[in-house]
């Protein structure tokens, strides 16, 4: 048995009051407690699934209705800056969701209820709760609560300009100007099962690893990777200096 946790508020910041609270329940169950807690079905990775489809299409619903004189590769860029696992661990920071996760003493221990997968799994296992509980309008509507500030405050040139240069391309363009170096972005290792893994990407320039970065694919750890390393240039000016090999 799962035990008793009062959700009230949770549901109050989703604006959303489930029928089925086991439901949401299962949604904050991560797969460390459910395996020191042992019950079929219990963990919440099955619902992450699930509700990695369901935010892909209720963003790109969103997107369209937001800028609907995008074309397709604008629109694609745009769900992608969204959909990724930094953005969605904001969002559930942003509703707490953190304090809710039913987690393995270990993984309590080692800080799990901060770790940006962890809340960006779970906030993909409640949005496919609320799809299951209450179908796809109430979904949208979900998104459209969690997401809809953060597009409607930019203007549809801004968001583009925004994504014009990411910041492997930023990265690249600095490291070429100081150093006549491109990063090189190498595979540190990857977590999960099939349908679900996590990469870990490094980047280097010369003989320096300039930062680590993880996400949902190659991609997206690479460029969380190139964000960490813009930030660590940012506070520390000296940091790419002729002296890389």
């Known amino acids: 048995m799962l ?3 009062d959700l009230e508020k949770l549901q109050d910041r989703l604006g959303y009051m489930f029928e089925n609270r086991e439901l949401l329940l299962r949604a904050l169950v991560h797969r460390s407690f459910a395996y020191e807690n042992p019950e079929p079905g219990a963990d919440n990775e099955t619902l992450e699934f ?9 963003i790109s619903h969103l997107l369209l209705d937001l800028f609907p004189g995008c074309d397709e590769g ?4 745009l769900r992608s800056s969204i959909v990724n696992e930094r953005e969605l661990a904001q969002i559930a920071s942003t509703l707490e969701l953190g304090d809710y996760l039913l987690l393995g003493k270990g993984e309590q221990i080692s800080g799990g209820r901060q770790k940006p997968s962890l809340l960006a799994n779970a ?8 799809y299951l509980d209450g179908g796809l309008d109430s979904a949208l509507q979900l998104v459209r609560t969690m997401f809809g500030d953060y597009l409607g405050n930019r203007g549809e040139a801004q968001l583009l300009k925004t994504l014009d240069k990411d910041y492997k391309t930023q990265l690249q363009e600095i490291t070429q100007a100081r150093l006549k170096l ?4 190498r595979l540190e290792s990857e977590q999960g099962p099939d349908h679900d893994k996590t990469f870990f990407m490094r980047v280097e320039v010369g003989d320096r690893v ?12 690479q460029q969380e990777a190139a964000r960490k390393a813009m930030a660590e240039m940012e506070k520390d000016s000296e940091m790419l200096q002729t002296d890389i090999a």
Do not use: H, M, N, Q
């Open 182 to 185: 491109t990063p090189l972005y």
């Open 50 to 58: 699930l509700g990695d489809s369901v935010l892909g299409l209720a």
């Open 74 to 77: 604008e629109l694609s860029r």
């Open 210 to 221: 300039l930062a680590s970065g993880s996400g949902k694919s190659k991609k997206e750890a």
């Open 123 to 130: 906030l993909e296992a409640v949005l496919a709760a609320v």
């Open 3 to 5: 035990p008793t946790i």
